[in-house]
């Protein structure tokens, strides 16, 4: 079994920030990508932003140079740091991962994690 729990979310002022986490845990060989995605009401999830397992990053063009991706390898853990928030940043968060479990390390699974609520609003 493998879990992803995301952290952090709440309700902020436009231009306050927030930092957002997601633990993965379980039978897990090893982690690929770690991406979160978010969703609106009445809109599809899109992605926000995504690393691959050597640090290389992919922004969606709303939140560059306002969001910043992180992942702890050692910790199976991926970090969202987000500044400069506006009322359009307002969706359920959600943490991806792609990865190998010891059930069969030569399959790539997709995970999610159960979703954490951002709120920008005064």
């Known amino acids: 079994q493998v879990q992803l729990v995301e952290s952090g979310g709440g309700l902020v002022q436009p231009g306050g920030s927030l930092r957002l986490s997601c633990v993965a845990s379980g039978s897990i060989f090893s982690i690929d990508g770690m991406g979160w995605y978010r969703q609106a009401p009445g809109k599809q999830r899109e992605l926000v932003a995504a690393?691959?397992?050597?640090?290389?990053?992919n922004y969606a063009d709303s939140v560059k140079g306002r969001f910043t991706i992180s992942r702890d390898n050692a910790k199976n853990t991926v970090y969202l740091q987000m500044n400069s928030l506006k009322p359009e940043d307002t969706a359920v968060y959600y943490c991806?991962?792609?990865?190998?479990?010891?059930?069969?390390?030569?399959?790539?699974?997709?995970?999610w994690g159960q979703g954490t609520q951002v709120t920008v609003s005064s």
């Open positions: 991806n991962a792609d990865l190998r479990t010891y059930g069969n390390i030569f399959v790539r699974g997709d995970y």
């Open positions: 690393i691959t397992s050597g640090g290389s990053t």
